[in-house]
């Protein structure tokens, strides 16, 4: 089982080297999910198969179709020879100044690249032994975060207490990997047409056809999702769900409704600018809550804020606001990918 261990980190190895220096963008795609699947397949030895699952269900399944998707929009796929470059663009990278940027380009990324392989291997070489005893696993913690949560966070669910309250910065850092895919896809699939006639010819292909079954369908259960999702969200702190479970379901809402109704009509209410204020009103809220929260903890000074009774709605001090804050980017940013991948802008 060892050797087998071995061979499977080989081959991780091997892939992370490969698709970094592939200049093919379909076969770097292809390496990245051998990359997921051989991830996955580890995770099953180190019996983590929550980790597998996802591993193989996100990394070599949605990420992969993604970006598949991607490199079709921008053209990187379906010719017969992607490679070859045209006479600008050869002009371009015959220039000087282009082919030292290059070269100062590739010893920078070498160098940053060898610096984090640095420290990833110092800081796994200061973990401790795989089954030892002391592993966070074996030690205090996880007893700290289930006998004292009610007490230190207010939150009757506890999973909600760890992820909000002790290790809060851990999901601000998921919350803002999900604003900056979507922002990367923005950019990469945004249509920037100057012409308004030609732009509104073009979306009038992405309206749906008039379906009656559908829109009275949608009119009825619309609210109703939304209203399930927000139930999720706000009572997250009481219950199974949550953020990023609740604000799945609203996302859910806005595909259906967008379905049903076309763009047109979703718009009035959500848009490209609605969109960036939400996301970056809920981060910025988020961040600076919690960066309070953790000043004042790590001082021991009073934070005045208060948790209220356990087992109500308004209660477990900011838990219950940044929820609402991880749901609102999880429902934007599953409405801003299906939309992008959909008509190229929102």
């Known amino acids: 089982m060892e050797n087998f261990r071995l061979i499977l980190l080989i081959f991780l190895v091997l892939c992370a080297l490969?698709?970094?220096?592939?200049?093919?963008?379909?076969?770097?795609?292809?390496?990245?999910?051998?990359?997921?699947?051989?991830?996955?397949?580890?995770?099953?030895?180190?019996?983590?198969?929550?980790?597998?699952?996802?591993?193989?269900?996100?990394?070599a399944g949605v990420t992969s179709v993604l970006f598949f998707i991607t490199l079709k929009r921008i053209g990187a796929i379906g010719k017969e020879h992607p490679d070859e470059q045209d006479e600008t663009t050869k002009e371009i990278n015959s220039r000087p100044a282009v082919k030292q940027f290059g070269k100062f380009y590739k010893g920078a990324a070498v160098t940053l690249g060898a610096a984090i392989i640095f420290a990833l291997l110092l800081m796994v070489s200061n973990l401790p032994a795989f089954g030892d005893a002391d592993n966070p696993y074996n030690n205090e913690v996880s007893e700290r975060y289930l006998e004292k949560s009610i007490e230190e966070t207010g939150a009757?669910?506890?999973?909600?207490?760890?992820?909000?309250?002790?290790?809060?910065?851990?999901?601000?850092?998921?919350?803002?990997?999900?604003?900056?895919?979507?922002?990367?896809?923005?950019?990469?699939?945004?249509?920037?047409?100057?012409?308004?006639?030609?732009?509104?010819?073009?979306?009038?292909?992405?309206?749906?056809?008039?379906?009656?079954?559908?829109?009275?369908?949608?009119?009825?259960?619309?609210?109703?999702?939304?209203?399930?999702?927000?139930?999720?969200?706000?009572?997250?702190?009481?219950?199974?769900?949550?953020?990023?479970?609740?604000?799945?379901?609203?996302?859910?809402?806005?595909?259906?409704?967008v379905n049903a109704f076309g763009y047109k009509k979703t718009q009035r209410f959500f848009n490209e600018k609605t969109y960036k204020r939400v996301t970056v009103c809920a981060l910025s809220f988020y961040c600076i809550a919690k960066s309070y929260s953790f000043f004042t903890g790590a001082n021991h000074l009073e934070s005045h804020i208060p948790l209220g009774n356990a087992g109500d709605i308004i209660s477990s001090g900011l838990i219950l606001p940044l929820n609402i804050c991880v749901g609102l980017v999880v429902a934007c940013t599953m409405y801003a990918f299906y939309t992008l991948f959909k008509k190229g802008g929102m």
Request: negative net charge.
């Open 18 to 59: 490969f698709v970094s220096f592939s200049k093919n963008l379909l076969v770097s795609v292809v390496i990245f999910m051998s990359y997921s699947l051989i991830m996955s397949i580890i995770w099953v030895l180190l019996e983590s198969p929550d980790l597998a699952i996802t591993e193989a269900a996100v990394g």
């Open 156 to 257: 009757v669910n506890a999973v909600t207490g760890m992820i909000l309250d002790y290790r809060a910065f851990d999901t601000f850092g998921e919350s803002c990997v999900l604003f900056i895919a979507a922002a990367c896809v923005l950019i990469l699939l945004r249509d920037d047409k100057t012409d308004t006639t030609a732009k509104a010819i073009q979306d009038e292909k992405f309206e749906p056809v008039s379906d009656t079954i559908l829109q009275t369908s949608a009119k009825i259960l619309f609210p109703a999702i939304l209203m399930f999702g927000i139930y999720i969200l706000v009572n997250g702190h009481l219950s199974p769900g949550g953020g990023f479970s609740g604000g799945a379901i609203m996302g859910a809402g806005l595909i259906l409704h």
